[in-house]
Antibody, heavy 122, light 110 residues
Framework: QLQLQESGPGLVKPSETLSLTCTAS??????????WVWVRQSPGAGLEWIGS???????YYNPSLKSRVTISVDASKNQFSLRLSSVSAADTAVYYC??????????????WGQGALVTVSS | QSALTQPASVSGSPGQSITISCTGT?????????VSWYQQHPGKAPKLMIY???NRHSGVSNRFSGSKSGNTASLTISGLQAEDEADYYC??????????FGGGTKLTVL
């Protein structure tokens, strides 16, 4: 059974870079024909897709965040990561990693991590 | 692109049926059959319920069904149960290889 776990700092200062890692267990990121995804949810608000990555490094990004986002994969560690630069209070959110069951993307996310709250504040 | 439009809240009594709408445009909901629905209980991660407009994800009760007409997709829950009380989000693939979510609908079981 696949499990996903987000990790990273819970507090980031404005203008700095947010970094999170998602570690997969129970299956191999590189063996499965799937895309791996980051989604965020601002407090009391809806979901926002950030981007998706394949184990080869192929990516899709939300156009509204594309200039600030980098998603990468480290198959040897069974991890994929998110970097969001120049953060502001508007980036305060629970960040989820998830699995897209397709490759090419199916845009359906069937496994999710528990989520990691990241607060942007000085 | 803008988020998809959902009603902020809907409610129903146990045993009743409710429908949640998700309105997009001809560049997303109206153009592609890649509409999904997620259920989210407080403090929990979203759970995939419906994919590709009408297909129930594995293990999802047949009380949940999806449909689409034009630029609007819908999630119907029949035989409402207390455990269905949650937030529901739609999503749709959109032109230029992006994914849009709806703003979410809070379902209250009276």
């Amino acid at each position: 059974q696949l499990q996903l776990q987000e990790s990273g700092p819970g507090l980031v200062k404005p203008s700095e870079t947010l970094s999170l890692t998602c570690t997969a267990s129970g299956d191999s990121i590189s063996r499965t024909n799937n895309y791996w995804v980051w989604v965020r949810q601002s407090p009391g608000a809806g979901l926002e897709w950030i981007g998706s990555i394949y184990h080869t490094g192929s990516t899709y990004y939300n156009p509204s965040l594309k200039s600030r986002v980098t998603i990468s994969v480290d198959a040897s560690k069974n991890q994929f990561s998110l970097r969001l630069s120049s953060v502001s209070a508007a980036d305060t959110a629970v960040y989820y990693c998830a699995k897209d069951w397709g490759g090419p993307p199916s845009w359906n996310f069937d496994y999710w991590g528990q989520g990691a709250l990241v607060t942007v504040s000085s | 692109q803008s988020a998809l439009t959902q009603p902020a809240s809907v409610s129903g009594s146990p045993g009743q049926s409710i429908t949640i709408s998700c309105t997009g445009t001809s560049s997303d909901v109206g153009h592609y059959n890649y509409v999904s629905w997620y259920q989210q209980h407080p403090g929990k991660a979203p759970k995939l319920m419906i994919y590709d407009v009408t297909n129930r994800h594995s293990g999802v009760s047949n009380r949940f069904s999806g449909s689409k007409s034009g630029n609007t997709a819908s999630l119907t829950i029949s035989g409402l149960q207390a455990e269905d009380e949650a937030d529901y989000y739609c999503s749709s693939y959109a032109i230029s290889s992006t994914l849009l979510f709806g703003g979410g609908t809070k379902l209250t079981v009276l």
